[in-house]
């Protein structure tokens, strides 16, 4: 295997007089490197946008939620709680109430969620805290509301700004500012508004009722497990969802674009690999007085199939490495420095976020570009090493 690497290596650094075989090569080296720098920061950029939704999703909402057939209300609410609050992976539960109503301010009407909490307990199964900007939860008490930040921008309200909330019914509610959150995401913090829990039933008209209970835990991948201990303990009477089943289509759009993407630049690497195959075709041609010679000497058929598929590999393999540390440091960059901004108002994101794992990301690209050239090199070093000496000496 020395002597056929030798010689596969003199071949590529050797000078010639065709320039154009070393240009070949050299185009193929780059071809295969943009290919793999291409999926490296497109796949990188796709889990960031995983990784970042999933957790202002779960920030937003709770790893499990509990709703009855029934309907809940606050003595379910004692109940559930006696039930599932010694379970070790629990880590919070809090019950909310939600419904739409409308905003005014300014002779302005706006729809919006309300969302009705004990500002106790929500913190042990929500993010809510960590996202106020101004204001604080601890003061959202019967008369006080908590916006999004793009909802107080739009209607012009800042802390203390006092303004009218009317219910299903038409009630007029008058409420004060007393927080200003903001998720990360457009949608929540455009739509989504926080009142005391006693104040929203007051508002929607639903005197102790509520409409679920979060529950939070120590993992949120093992919610799956625990939904089948808390559906044993519940009883059927109750519908229990874990955050992958509310959001199960969403994730899955993710990982079909993301597959879609993995296929189609992987395409650019094949596009490479044909110039590989022109590289190899005329180098066969090239050397087919150096074939002869060394078949002449005794080397066997597989030697030469060795030399031209070696040869091959260290092209791909010059590319794939370049294009691997110029993917693996752009994604870099832009995890740093985030110097591509995007319209939170479309992407619900403000950067560009960006994640590189390298199981099995990376792997998975380098491995496919290598299987591709190795493809590749196959019909070359398949007719060089079927060259008899007699025949590849004949002209010479």
């Given at each position: 295997?020395?002597l056929?690497?030798?010689?596969?290596?003199?071949?590529?650094?050797?000078?010639?007089?065709?320039?154009?075989i070393?240009?070949?090569?050299?185009?193929?080296?780059?071809?295969?490197?943009?290919g793999v720098?291409?999926?490296?920061v497109?796949?990188?950029?796709?889990?960031?946008?995983d990784i970042?939704?999933?957790?202002?999703?779960?920030g937003n909402?709770?790893h499990?939620?509990?709703?009855?057939?029934?309907?809940?209300?606050?003595d379910?609410?004692?109940?559930?709680?006696?039930?599932?609050?010694?379970?070790?992976?629990?880590?919070?539960?809090?019950?909310?109430?939600?419904?739409?109503?409308?905003?005014?301010?300014?002779?302005?009407?706006f729809?919006?969620?309300?969302?009705?909490?004990r500002?106790?307990?929500?913190?042990?199964?929500?993010?809510?805290?960590?996202?106020?900007?101004?204001?604080?939860?601890d003061?959202l008490?019967?008369?006080?509301?908590?916006l999004?930040?793009?909802?107080?921008?739009?209607?012009?309200?800042?802390?203390?700004?006092?303004?009218?909330?009317?219910?299903?019914?038409?009630?007029e509610?008058?409420?004060?500012?007393?927080?200003?959150f903001a998720?990360?995401?457009y949608?929540?913090d455009?739509?989504?508004?926080?009142?005391?829990?006693?104040?929203?039933?007051?508002?929607?008209?639903q005197?102790?009722?509520?409409?679920?209970?979060?529950?939070?835990?120590?993992?949120?991948?093992?919610?799956?497990?625990?939904?089948?201990?808390?559906?044993?303990l519940?009883?059927?009477?109750?519908?229990?969802?874990?955050?992958?089943?509310?959001?199960?289509n969403?994730?899955?759009?993710l990982?079909?674009?993301k597959?879609?993407?993995?296929?189609i630049?992987?395409l650019i690497?094949l596009?490479?690999?044909f110039?590989?195959i022109?590289?190899?075709i005329?180098?066969?041609?090239?050397?087919?007085?150096?074939?002869?010679?060394l078949?002449?000497?005794?080397m066997?058929?597989?030697?030469?199939?060795?030399?031209?598929v070696?040869?091959?590999?260290?092209?791909?393999s010059?590319?794939?490495?370049?294009?691997?540390?110029?993917?693996?440091?752009?994604?870099?960059l832009?995890?740093?420095?985030?110097?591509?901004k995007?319209p939170s108002?479309?992407?619900?994101l403000?950067?560009?976020?960006v994640?590189?794992?390298?199981?099995?990301?990376?792997v998975?690209?380098?491995?496919?570009?290598?299987?591709?050239?190795?493809?590749?090199?196959?019909?070359?070093?398949?007719?060089?090493?079927?060259?008899?000496?007699?025949?590849?000496?004949?002209?010479?």
């Amino acid at each position: 295997m020395r002597l056929e690497f030798l010689i596969s290596w003199r071949y590529l650094i050797t000078k010639r007089k065709e320039k154009f075989i070393s240009l070949i090569s050299i185009i193929s080296i780059f071809g295969i490197a943009i290919g793999v720098m291409a999926l490296i920061v497109v796949i990188g950029v796709m889990n960031g946008f995983d990784i970042d939704l999933r957790e202002k999703i779960v920030g937003n909402y709770s790893h499990i939620t509990v709703t009855s057939f029934d309907g809940l209300d606050t003595d379910k609410y004692d109940s559930i709680l006696k039930l599932a609050g010694p379970n070790p992976r629990v880590k919070g539960i809090s019950p909310y109430l939600q419904g739409q109503v409308l905003v005014k301010e300014n002779e302005r009407f706006f729809a919006v969620g309300m969302r009705g909490i004990r500002p106790l307990t929500e913190p042990q199964v929500t993010k809510l805290r960590d996202y106020i900007l101004a204001g604080s939860l601890d003061a959202l008490d019967q008369e006080g509301i908590i916006l999004g930040k793009e909802l107080a921008r739009y209607l012009g309200l800042g802390i203390n700004s006092e303004f009218l909330v009317y219910s299903p019914s038409g009630e007029e509610y008058p409420l004060k500012v007393v927080g200003i959150f903001a998720s990360g995401m457009y949608e929540y913090d455009m739509n989504l508004v926080f009142t005391d829990l006693e104040t929203a039933q007051s508002i929607l008209g639903q005197p102790q009722q509520l409409s679920a209970i979060a529950v939070k835990l120590d993992n949120l991948y093992s919610a799956d497990s625990v939904k089948k201990e808390l559906s044993a303990l519940l009883g059927p009477s109750y519908n229990i969802k874990t955050w992958i089943e509310t959001n199960r289509n969403f994730f899955a759009a993710l990982e079909l674009e993301k597959l879609a993407m993995f296929i189609i630049l992987t395409l650019i690497i094949l596009v490479a690999s044909f110039n590989i195959i022109s590289t190899l075709i005329v180098m066969v041609v090239q050397k087919t007085k150096d074939i002869g010679i060394l078949k002449a000497q005794g080397m066997a058929s597989a030697g030469i199939r060795r030399i031209f598929v070696l040869q091959g590999l260290i092209i791909g393999s010059l590319g794939t490495i370049t294009g691997t540390a110029s993917g693996i440091g752009l994604c870099g960059l832009l995890k740093k420095y985030q110097f591509i901004k995007l319209p939170s108002d479309i992407y619900y994101l403000d950067t560009l976020p960006v994640s590189i794992q390298w199981w099995p990301d990376i792997v998975l690209i380098v491995a496919s570009a290598m299987a591709i050239v190795l493809v590749s090199t196959l019909y070359p070093a398949h007719k060089a090493a079927g060259f008899k000496p007699v025949e590849a000496l004949r002209y010479e």
